[in-house]
C-alpha cells in the first residue's frame, strides 16, 4: 500500500506508524525492533491507563470565527506535513505553536463544536506522532473519544478507536489493540468507510498475530500483506467497493494462496531526487514476482507481489546496471524471508564514489565579550548534507565544529543559536546559507550584541600620612567587563579614575598599588571587591603611612657613677630626628626614625668618655630596628 503523498512515518517497537490526515495510521512490520520510542509510548499509555475517561464539559462560550479556526486547522496540517518531510529544523522551535493547537483543541471541546475539533485532531493526530508527544497524543484522542460518544458521531468514534487501538499495537499491548481496533471496525462497517476498515483491519490482523505469538502458536508477525490487493481495489472504478469488501471480508489465515509483498527501496547517498534504477527479484521454492524488473528511486519503490510460495522461501533483489560513479550495497535484499500474506523490505543504498566531507566552523562573539559564556549552536544542509551532530556548544574561545558529509553541488548550509542569551540582540546573518564544497573548510560567525551596555566610574584616592607629594601606580581588575585603563598614576589630590563598561549584575572591582614609595606601607583594605552598578560612580582609598620607631639607647655605669654623657645614632635607612642625645643611668636617649626600608640597622656611639673610664657600645651596634628596639652602652672605671 503505497502510503500518501503528505504522510510521514515513526518508528515505534516493533513498527513502522506511517500517519496521515486521511485513511487512519497504518502500521508496518519492521525486522529490526526499535526501543526508544515504543518505551515512551507504552510509559504514556501506561499513565492514562489508571486515568478515567474525561466527561463531556458543559458547553462554554466561544468566540473565534469559523474562517479563524479552519486557518489554525491549515497552519496545523502545514506543520503535519513538515514533520513528515523532516523540514522543521528543530522541534522545539515548534512547541509553542503545538501548544497553541492543543489549546484551541480543547477550547473547541468545550464549546461542543464537534466537527471542527475533529479536523483539528486529524492534523494534529500526525504531528503529535511525528513529534513524539504520545500524552498529548493520547489524552486528545480519549477526550475526542468521549466527545464523539456524547455526539453520536460513529464517524469520529472510528477515528479515535483506530488511533488508539494502532498506538497500543506499536507499544506491544496486543489485547488492548485488539479492543480498540475490532470496535473501529464494527463502526467503519456500519458507515460504510471501506478505506477505513482496510487500514484497521491491516492493524487488527497484526495485533491477533502479535497475541498469537506471545503465547507461543506463531512465529512473530512480518509485515502483513493487503498492499496490492488494496491497491487494486482503489484502481477499480464501480467495482471498487465489492473489491475492498471481498479483501476486508478474508478470513485472518488467507493460506499458502495468499499472495506477498517485497518492497525494495532505494537511497542514494548522497540524495538523488530525481534518479532511478532498474530492479529485479528472483525467488526460491516458487516463488514468483508479478513483474521484473521495475523502476525504484528514492521517492517510489519497487513493490512486487510474490505468488505461489512454498515453505521457507527466499527472495533476492538487485540492481543492473548501478548508476555510474556509484557503488551498491544491497545486502539487506539478499534471501529476504518470506511467506504467503507477508509483507517484507529491503533497502538497496548506491554511494557516490569519492564522497568527500567538509568542515562548517561556526564563532561566537560577544559585544562586550563575555569570558566563559557558551550557547548551542544548530546546523542544518541542502542537497543531502548531515552534520555529525546537529548540535554543538561555542563560546568565544572555542568555536563549535561541524563535520558535513553526503552532500550534492551547490550545497549550502545554516548555523542557528538555540536559545540567545538574555539582554542580548542577535545577528547570525554571516551564517545564513553558507556555500561548501569537498574538502573545504568555511566559517561564520554569530554575533550577540549586548542591548544596553553598563558603564561606571571608580575613584581611588591617595592619602600619605605625612602629606607626601610622591606619585604612585593604581590598578584596577573586576570580576567582569572592560576597563579602558589600567594602572593609572595617582597622587595626593590627584586620585586615579576608572571607566568600566559591559559588566553584568554583582560586579565588584579591587584596587591595589603597585609598589608603595620607599620607607612607606601601603593600606588597600579599603578597596576591596567594592561592588559597582550601572551608571554609579564609586570611590576608596588608600593610605600610605611613613615607616616610623623608637630606638632607646640606656646608659650604664660599673662604678654607679650617675654623669650624663652624650649618644649619637646613625642608620642604614631612613631620617632620625635628634642623631646626638644625651644619656644617664636614669634617662636613657630616646631616638625617633622614620622613613626606612626593611631591613635597616642602626648603630649608637659615645661621643666622649668619662674621665678614666672605658667605654663598650657593642650592644649597640648594628642593631636590627624591626626587630629589637633598644640597646645599651656599658662604661667602666680603671682597674
Request: glycine share 10%.
Amino acid at each position: 500500500m503505497t502510503a500518501p503523498a503528505d504522510s510521514g512515518s515513526v518508528r515505534v517497537g516493533a513498527y513502522s506508524l506511517e500517519v496521515a490526515t486521511l485513511g487512519g495510521s497504518f502500521a508496518q512490520f519492521e525486522p529490526e525492533p526499535e526501543d526508544e520510542n515504543a518505551g515512551a509510548l507504552e510509559a504514556a499509555l501506561e499513565a492514562e491507563a489508571g486515568r478515567p475517561q474525561a466527561a463531556v464539559a458543559a458547553v462554554e462560550q466561544f468566540e473565534e470565527t469559523a474562517d479563524a479556526v479552519t486557518g489554525r486547522i491549515e497552519q496545523a496540517d502545514k506543520l503535519r506535513r513538515a514533520a513528515a518531510a523532516g523540514d522543521l529544523l528543530r522541534l522545539d522551535n515548534v512547541t509553542g505553536e503545538i501548544d497553541g493547537l492543543l489549546d484551541l483543541f480543547a477550547r473547541l471541546d468545550k464549546a461542543g463544536r464537534f466537527e471542527e475539533e475533529l479536523k483539528l485532531m486529524r492534523s494534529l493526530n500526525g504531528l503529535l506522532a511525528l513529534t513524539l508527544r504520545w500524552l498529548d497524543l493520547i489524552r486528545s484522542l480519549r477526550s475526542l473519544l468521549s466527545s464523539a460518544e456524547a455526539a453520536g458521531h460513529a464517524a469520529g468514534q472510528a477515528f479515535a478507536h483506530h488511533e488508539l487501538g494502532s498506538l497500543n499495537l506499536c507499544a506491544g499491548r496486543a489485547q488492548e489493540a485488539s479492543e480498540h481496533l475490532r470496535e473501529a471496525f464494527r463502526l467503519e462497517s456500519q458507515i460504510g468507510d471501506l478505506a477505513g476498515q482496510c487500514a484497521t483491519r491491516h492493524n487488527l490482523d497484526s495485533a491477533r498475530r502479535d497475541a498469537l505469538a506471545r503465547r507461543g502458536w506463531g512465529r512473530r508477525p512480518r509485515r502483513l500483506l493487503r498492499s496490492a490487493v488494496i491497491a487494486a481495489a482503489f484502481l477499480l472504478g464501480g467495482g471498487g467497493g465489492t473489491a475492498l469488501a471481498l479483501v476486508i471480508g478474508r478470513n485472518d489465515g488467507g493460506g499458502d494462496h495468499s499472495p506477498a509483498t517485497l518492497i525494495v527501496r532505494k537511497d542514494f547517498v548522497p540524495n538523488a531526487p530525481a534518479a532511478s534504477v532498474t530492479i529485479s527479484v528472483t525467488c526460491t521454492n516458487g516463488g514468483r514476482p508479478d513483474k521484473s524488473p521495475k523502476t525504484a528511486s528514492e521517492a517510489a519503490p519497487a513493490v512486487f507481489t510474490i505468488t505461489h510460495l512454498g515453505n521457507d522461501a527466499t527472495c533476492t533483489a538487485g540492481e543492473r546496471p548501478s548508476p555510474a560513479g556509484y557503488t551498491a550495497t544491497a545486502r539487506g535484499c539478499r534471501d529476504v524471508s518470506i511467506a504467503a500474506g507477508e509483507s517484507r523490505s529491503c533497502t538497496i543504498t548506491n554511494r557516490r564514489k569519492g564522497v568527500g566531507s567538509a568542515t562548517l566552523i561556526v564563532r561566537k562573539d560577544f559585544v562586550p565579550d563575555v569570558r566563559g559564556a557558551s550557547v548551542t549552536v544548530s546546523v542544518s544542509c541542502t542537497n543531502g548534507g548531515r552534520p555529525d551532530k546537529p548540535q554543538k556548544a561555542a563560546t568565544e574561545a572555542a568555536p563549535a565544529v561541524f563535520k558535513i558529509t553526503r552532500f550534492g553541488k551547490r550545497a549550502t548550509c545554516t548555523a542557528s543559536e538555540g536559545s540567545v542569551p538574555s539582554g542580548y540582540a542577535p545577528n547570525a546573518r554571516d551564517c545564513q546559507q553558507v556555500a561548501i564544497s569537498r574538502g573545504a573548510s568555511p566559517s561564520c560567525r554569530i554575533i550577540n550584541t549586548r542591548a544596553s551596555v553598563s558603564s561606571a566610574t571608580f575613584t581611588v584616592t591617595k592619602d600619605f600620612s605625612d602629606d607626601s607629594t610622591l606619585k604612585v601606580s593604581i590598578g584596577l581588575s573586576c570580576d567582569s567587563g572592560t576597563v579602558a585603563e589600567t594602572p593609572v598614576p595617582a597622587a595626593e589630590g590627584v586620585p586615579a579614575t576608572f571607566s568600566i563598561t559591559g559588566f553584568g549584575s554583582g560586579t565588584t572591582c579591587t584596587a591595589t598599588e603597585g609598589t608603595p614609595p620607599p620607607g612607606y606601607k601601603a593600606d588597600d583594605v579599603d578597596c576591596r571587591r567594592v561592588a559597582i552598578a550601572d551608571r554609579t560612580s564609586p570611590s576608596c582609598t588608600i593610605v600610605d603611612t611613613l615607616n616610623t620607631t623608637t630606638l632607646t639607647v640606656h646608659k650604664e655605669f660599673t662604678d654607679g657613677n650617675t654623669s650624663t654623657v652624650s649618644i649619637s645614632l646613625t642608620c642604614s635607612s631612613g631620617s632620625i630626628d635628634d642623631s646626638t642625645q644625651t644619656a644617664s643611668p636614669s634617662s636613657p636617649a630616646n631616638f625617633t626614625i622614620t622613613g626606612f626600608v626593611a631591613g635597616v640597622t642602626c648603630s649608637a656611639t659615645e661621643n666622649k668618655l668619662p674621665s678614666g673610664y672605658s667605654g663598650d657600645a657593642s650592644d649597640c651596634q648594628d642593631v636590627p630596628l624591626v626587630s629589637r628596639g633598644e640597646c645599651t652602652i656599658v662604661n667602666s672605671p680603671p682597674g
